[in-house]
């Protein structure tokens, strides 16, 4: 008998109710390359989309990490899909206070080891595992995406700079995997 977990995403729109009854934003529109300061200044969006797209929003929400030495919180959902960034990881990881890597892996201890201010954490057996997340910290608070693989490589969530709403997702990741998550 295999478990089912309760959707995280859902679990966060259950805190906001509101927030899961927004209209979907097409972030894949070819005729506009969504910037950061456009996800920012949107405040909060939902969306369905797949990898390319999430990919592309969370180099840049890591490139602000780099760039505003912040800290930076990112899920993977399997050891290989780490691995295909880990070598942006490892220089990245050089330039930021501290991180948290976080994903459905076999093997926590990654080869090569991470630098001391990251921390590898399997979320496996969790509903943290299909989960793709990125979240840093600007002036006033944590900001990020928080969207979960609904099949065939798409995915479902929203971009938040709330840091109530970020923060609701933080501490739900900090008590299931018993870890202290602190992005200030």
Do not use: H
């Not at 206070?97 to 201890?109: L, S």
């Amino acid at each position: 008998m295999s478990v089912k977990f309760r959707s995280f995403v859902d679990d966060i729109w259950d805190n906001f109710p509101g927030l899961k009854e927004r209209e979907v934003t097409d972030i894949t529109n070819t005729n506009r390359l969504w910037k950061l300061q456009d996800y920012i200044d949107a405040g909060y969006l939902n969306f369905e989309t797949g990898r390319k797209f999430l990919y592309r929003l969370s180099v840049l929400i890591e490139n602000y990490a780099v760039r505003n030495n912040a800290p930076l919180l990112a899920t993977f959902e399997t050891e290989k899909r780490y691995k295909y960034v880990g070598d942006r990881y490892k220089e990245l990881l050089q330039k930021i206070p501290k991180a948290w890597i976080i994903g459905d892996f076999n093997n926590p201890y990654l080869a090569p080891q991470p630098p001391n201010n990251a921390e590898v954490i399997s979320c496996d057996g969790t509903n943290i595992s299909n989960m793709w997340i990125v979240v840093t910290k600007r002036d006033t608070g944590p900001f990020g995406l928080i969207a979960e693989e609904i099949g065939d490589g798409q995915f479902r969530g929203f971009f938040s700079i709330s840091p109530m709403v970020i923060g609701n997702a933080i501490k739900s990741i900090s008590q299931q995997l018993k870890i202290s998550i602190d992005l200030s």
